[in-house]
């Protein structure tokens, strides 16, 4: 049997071919293998419009999408041989040198203005993102044709984003870039897109990781500043890589977070919040990027910390009590010159933003304002909100503020192409609501996601762990105890 790998995390799997009923899905990390022959596997798969039969880790078998699939190495190689005339005459024993392709340097574009349209086709198409002076684009098209409709009114050209979006847009509003591009990070791969909130200073918040079974990510706060003031990140580094390292070994992928906890909480110049003014973020962004950089090097490379978070629910009204908000001029600020300093000693881990809390109208500004003002061309590799009190169905108990898809549809087009990070979601202030209406929430939250927004959402980290962790709805109770059948349910969603 041939062994398959997946382009797109989320791929469907169907009982026959093209419209067949949905009964399964394909995930990254997942085992898939060809039931059909290596031969017409080899011819099938990467096919537009070609159905291979499958068998998943999971063990379902079905139908799915061939043009969606690779051939691992081994497999590509087997076909090859399998597929060859035989040879009518030994080879010569000097086999030639094969000559690699030309690489061909991309066509590379910015933009002229903020807030340049992508669609799915010229003129009139459906809006698929917007993409400003900071982003770059590549041509998918020729040369010649790119340098005939550069700056020229009415032409569309088609192009990609650095994220893989592939769309049209007003060529007249682009112009020629000779600059490098910058890298972009790949999502690492999870067991599954779940996960929860822990914390390493709660009496409960460092759980066996094998109670953890079944999620792909722990999201933790990294607090150097316990001590009121502490720049310590030795004495940080040492508390916290065990830790990190026991989820890591487990299978888990570990998402850190770094806020006025990591630096700022107790540095007098900097109290009190709400009296921060633009000088003062400058003078707090030189020492939190230069204190995150640094504790990003000293665990690079080790495999245990799997993506950086910057700051937290930088959005909120000012005052929030769980949070330090700030203008996002001063969040572009800090957000780029922190990726700037952490890429100079870790180029491969991503890098997102802050969880935007406040809704798709809010949030969104804020996180297009933020763009606006990050410098150099420096990005996030991903965006991350908190959709409290949103749903899937309207009107339901746990979903006040409305629909999830206002909040993803808002979103997914700031930076077109990458994939949503929800790096908090759940229930707050309902600790005695029943257990098993808090699951159906969860339940229909988790399917809704992955059957409507294959592989555009990264991870889904509900809040929290226990019960007594903060206000949020926990998994175990305050005597550490498994509440059901959320517990247990939620591992398997």
């Known amino acids: 049997m041939a062994k398959l790998k997946l382009k797109q995390d989320g791929l469907r799997v169907r009982e026959k071919p093209v419209d067949g009923k949905p009964i399964g899905q394909i995930y990254i990390a997942d085992t898939i293998e060809s039931l059909e022959s290596l031969e017409d596997t080899a011819r099938k798969v990467g096919v537009k419009d070609q159905w291979l039969r499958v068998r998943v880790s999971t063990g379902v078998e079905g139908y799915t999408a061939a043009w969606m699939l690779e051939l691992e190495r081994e497999a590509m190689t087997g076909a090859a041989q399998s597929t060859a005339a035989p040879l009518q005459q030994p080879p010569p024993t000097t086999p030639a040198t094969p000559t690699a392709a030309p690489k061909v340097k991309p066509i590379a574009l910015k933009p002229t203005m903020e807030g340049l349209r992508l669609r799915e086709k ?141 630096y700022g909480e107790g540095k007098n110049e900097f109290w009190p919040w709400p009296s921060m003014t633009t000088d003062k973020w400058r003078a707090l962004t030189a020492r939190f990027a230069d204190m995150v950089a640094r504790i990003a090097k000293q665990y690079a490379g080790q495999n245990i910390v799997h993506a950086l978070q910057i700051w937290n629910e930088m959005d909120a009204p000012m005052g929030a009590v769980a949070s330090v908000p700030m203008p996002p001029s001063d969040y572009g600020y800090l957000l780029a010159e922190t990726i700037k300093a952490v890429r100079r000693v870790d180029s491969v881990t991503p890098i997102i933003s802050g969880g935007h809390t406040g809704g798709p109208q809010n949030g969104g500004n804020y996180a297009r304002a933020t763009l606006k003002a990050m410098h150099d061309g420096f990005r996030p590799d991903g965006l991350a909100f908190h959709p409290y009190g949103r749903g899937t169905k309207l009107g339901e108990t746990y979903a006040p503020f409305g629909h999830i898809d206002d909040e993803m549809q808002a979103y997914l087009p700031i930076l077109p192409g990458r994939p949503i990070w929800i790096t908090e979601w759940g229930i707050l202030d309902r600790d005695f609501d029943p257990n098993d209406a808090i699951m159906k929430y969860a339940g229909d939250f988790v399917s809704y996601m992955k059957m409507r927004y294959p592989g555009q959402v990264a991870a889904m980290i509900w809040y929290a762990w226990a019960m007594s962790m903060h206000n949020g709805y926990g998994l175990v109770g305050r005597e550490d105890q498994p509440l059901e059948p959320l517990f247990s349910r939620f591992k398997a969603l």
Not at 203 to 217: E, K, S
Not at 229 to 246: F, Q
């Open 122 to 262: 010229p003129v009139d198409g459906n809006p698929i993102g917007q993409v400003g002076k900071n982003d770059f684009l590549i041509s998918l098209e020729s040369k010649e044709a790119t340098q005939s409709k550069l700056g020229v009114k009415d032409q569309w050209l088609r192009v990609k984003t650095l994220y893989g979006m592939d769309a049209y847009t007003a060529a007249w509003y682009l112009a020629p870039y000779e600059g490098a591009l910058p890298e972009v990070m790949a999502i690492p791969p999870a067991l599954n897109l779940t996960g929860v909130n822990l914390d390493i200073y709660h009496p409960l918040g460092t759980p066996d990781p094998a109670r953890l079974r079944g999620m792909g990510w722990v999201r933790f706060g990294y607090n150097v500043s316990a001590a009121q003031g502490s720049e310590d990140i030795d004495a940080a580094y040492n508390r916290y890589k065990p830790v990190l390292e026991k989820y890591a070994r487990a299978g888990l992928k570990v998402l850190l977070v770094f806020t006025h906890q990591t």
